[in-house]
């Protein structure tokens, strides 16, 4: 199985800050990675797949990087509705997510 | 466009089998370019993939549930369904269905999520 470690598990910035998320897969997952947002009491959202391409009508100020092992998410100016908890996902083999990243408000 | 809608009951007996389905309008189950999935989350927890079921009835399961999933397709109802048997409390959880983007691995469109609750 293909384990997904996140980091940090939480996150507290200000508004207009640059927020930086890291995935890391306990194994080589060429850039098989995407990125959820999740608000309290929704669905998640796809914002970002094939590690680094933007779902159609997501804000340009999110971004992914990264192949291999290690990927990154980030948010170039955090606004108000960006609080919510994020998660990579890989799909090289099956599924699985990472543990989440709750991001608040400081 | 294609929506997604969980069904079934909130409350399970341990032991019982969690039986729920995911009824899909505004689009085909039948198209080639998709997988169907449920994932579940526990309360103030992560994200758990349960399954997938593709258009030629193929699954692949969790390999931490694979012993107790089952996962099926109704083209004509548009409609797949999940059951979990002998279940404990810590299958309490909110079920979501998915849509999954087969080329991509991505999670695209999303159910609103069900609530299901294991307890006697």
């Known amino acids: 199985d293909i384990q997904m470690t996140q980091s940090p598990s939480s996150l507290s910035a200000s508004v207009g800050d640059r927020v930086t998320i890291t995935c890391q897969a306990s194994?080589?997952?060429?850039?098989?990675l995407n990125w959820y947002q999740q608000k309290p009491g929704k669905a998640p959202k796809l914002l970002i797949y094939?590690?680094?391409n933007l779902e159609t009508g997501v804000p340009s100020r999110f971004s992914g990087s990264g192949s291999g092992t290690d990927f990154t998410f980030t948010i170039s100016s955090l606004q108000p509705e960006d609080i919510a908890t994020y998660y990579c996902?890989?799909?090289?083999?099956?599924?699985?997510f990472g543990q989440g990243t709750k991001l608040e408000i400081k | 466009q294609v929506q997604l809608q969980e069904s079934g009951p909130g409350l399970v007996k341990p032991s019982q089998t969690l039986s729920l389905t995911c009824t899909v309008s505004?689009?085909?189950?039948?198209?080639?370019?998709?997988?169907w999935s449920w994932i579940r989350q526990p309360a103030g927890k992560g994200l758990e993939w349960i399954g997938r079921?593709?258009?030629?009835?193929?699954?692949n399961y969790n390999p931490s549930l694979k012993s107790r999933v089952t996962i099926s397709l109704d083209t004509s109802k548009t409609q797949f369904s999940l059951k979990l048997s002998s279940v404990t409390a810590a299958d309490t959880a909110v079920y979501y269905c998915?849509?999954?983007?087969?080329?991509?691995?991505?999670?695209?469109?999303w159910g609103q999520g069900t609530t299901v609750t294991v307890s006697s």
């Open positions: 998915a849509r999954v983007r087969r080329r991509s691995g991505e999670m695209d469109v």
């Open positions: 505004g689009g085909s189950i039948s198209s080639g370019d998709y997988y």
């Open positions: 079921i593709y258009i030629s009835g193929g699954t």
């Open positions: 194994q080589d997952i060429r850039n098989y």
């Open positions: 094939d590690a680094s």
């Open positions: 996902q890989q799909y090289d083999n099956l599924y699985t």
